[in-house]
């Protein structure tokens, strides 16, 4: 296996106590002295500090067209929404009326079902009405009338409040999946050239 070769980043957490600042000039020193490594960055506030950086600097390169591959995590990219035009010369930055982010995941999180435990747990109706009784100090709980509350406080007569057969305490009215235009992207036109940060 070839030695590894590359750049050092150093997070530190805590005050600066004389054992910790030891602690960072060991770590510094030792890799500064190393042939495998090319440059030491210091991490302002730490782990943080990196993630906050990553994101800016994700967002920046996403506004750029271009996409981002984090290895070991996955690569982001974006696709736009737009309204359509009559002809490409009456198309303008006014028709886009979306930026998408689209992630994909690494290899490390494909197939993630095979590795993946289930358990059965109660319903959320069942969670609620067992929290509020154990608040109001009841002893038991009474399940078929919790699945059959609505979940919403609506007022008498202003709508179709009668739970559905599946006892999942969906409202008239609604859709699962968001309504009429729920799903439509008016066009997924992909963003330009690849970046790396990694």
């Known amino acids: 296996m070839s030695e590894l070769k590359g750049a050092c980043i150093i997070g530190q957490s805590g005050g600066p106590t004389s054992v910790i600042n030891a602690s960072a000039y060991g770590v510094i020193r030792t890799a500064l002295d190393s042939d495998c490594i090319t440059a030491v960055y210091g991490a302002e506030h730490g782990i943080k500090g990196v993630l906050a950086d990553i994101a800016s600097c994700l967002r920046e ?46 290899i490390d999180f494909e197939n993630l079902i095979s590795k993946a435990e289930f358990e059965s747990v109660a319903s959320r109706a069942a969670q609620a009405a067992t929290l509020k009784a154990e608040k109001t100090g009841k002893s038991t709980v009474d399940l078929e009338a919790a699945k059959k509350k609505p979940t919403t406080n609506k007022p008498e007569g202003s709508g179709d409040t009668k739970p559905s057969d599946k ?16 799903g439509t992207d008016g066009g997924g036109t992909d963003a330009g050239s690849d970046g790396n940060m990694g």
């Open 167 to 182: 006892g999942d305490n969906t409202q008239g009215g609604g859709s699962e999946n968001g309504g009429e235009n729920a």
């Open 61 to 106: 390169q996403l506004l750029n067209g271009n996409k981002v591959q984090l290895e070991g995590l996955g690569t982001f990219g974006i696709t736009l929404n737009s309204q359509g035009a009559e002809s490409l010369k009456t198309f303008t930055a006014d028709n886009i009326k979306a930026v998408n982010i689209v992630f994909t995941p690494g």
